[in-house]
């Protein structure tokens, strides 16, 4: 079974800084996709970035890059020179090819200090 | 063009009664999915659709919850009787699925409160 984990249930970064927020997947499917969605106070999902099994590059959305090491299973997402509206939820989510679903992990809520 | 639209935004309801929950798609999108978010257990998928046809409601929690999607362009999720402990929002999110990188789109949602 498909399963996502996000190890950072919160953190506290210092404006201006890079961030990088941890996600592992486990997936037995050699094909899949991998998504961040953000989620402020207000509560609305925001697509930030995606990341295909098989992109030979590692994907990037202006301040948004993601980490991507499929030997470690791991897709971290990064953030360069935060700020303060970044603070809010962050998801990591995994797309199966072979039957669509797509789940998401619990979430790091990310909080950017002036 | 308009986004996935949920209605209610909002619903209270007493325990017992029955609650629908809407959700209209963006047209074209073909993948249709309900999740279910709460602090304690995140975002959890209950169903998703495919052409109107449901393919995996092992998430949906109970015999209480049940899903419909009549046509392309409307789904439901009805919890009956309801419960306390169902209080969350519900999202509805579509997507096109002849592109791997077609996002998810997210409704709103629709807060639950179960009184």
């Known amino acids: 079974a498909q399963k996502i984990t996000q190890t950072q249930p919160g953190m506290f970064v210092q404006e201006k800084e890079a961030v990088t927020l941890d996600c592992t997947y486990d997936?037995?499917?050699?094909?899949?996709?991998l998504f961040w969605y953000k989620q402020p106070s207000s509560g609305e999902m925001i697509f930030l970035i995606y990341?295909?099994?098989?992109?030979?590059q590692n994907a990037t959305e202006g301040r948004y890059s993601l980490n991507f090491q499929k030997a470690r299973k791991s897709a971290n997402l990064v953030i360069s020179a935060s700020q303060l509206g970044d603070s809010a939820m962050y998801f990591c989510?995994?797309?199966?090819?072979?039957?669509?679903?797509?789940?998401f992990g619990k979430g790091t809520r990310l909080h950017i200090l002036p | 063009d308009a986004g996935v639209i949920q209605s209610p935004r909002h619903e209270v309801t007493e325990m017992g009664q029955e609650v629908t929950l809407r959700c209209k798609p963006i047209s074209g999108h073909d993948y249709l999915f309900w999740y279910r978010q709460t602090m304690m257990r995140g975002l959890e998928l209950l169903i998703y659709f495919n052409n109107n046809v449901p393919i995996d409601d092992s998430g949906m929690p109970e015999d209480r919850f049940s899903a419909k999607m009549p046509n392309a362009s409307f789904s439901t999720l009805k919890i009956q009787p309801s419960e306390p402990r169902d209080s969350a929002v519900y999202f509805c999110?579509?997507?096109?699925?002849?592109?791997?990188?077609?996002?998810?789109?997210f409704g709103n949602g629709t807060r639950l409160t179960v009184t």
């Open positions: 990341q295909g099994s098989y992109d030979q």
């Open positions: 989510a995994m797309r199966e090819v072979r039957d669509d679903k797509i789940i």
């Open positions: 997936t037995s499917d050699p094909s899949y996709g």
């Open positions: 999110a579509s997507r096109r699925g002849q592109t791997d990188n077609s996002p998810l789109h």
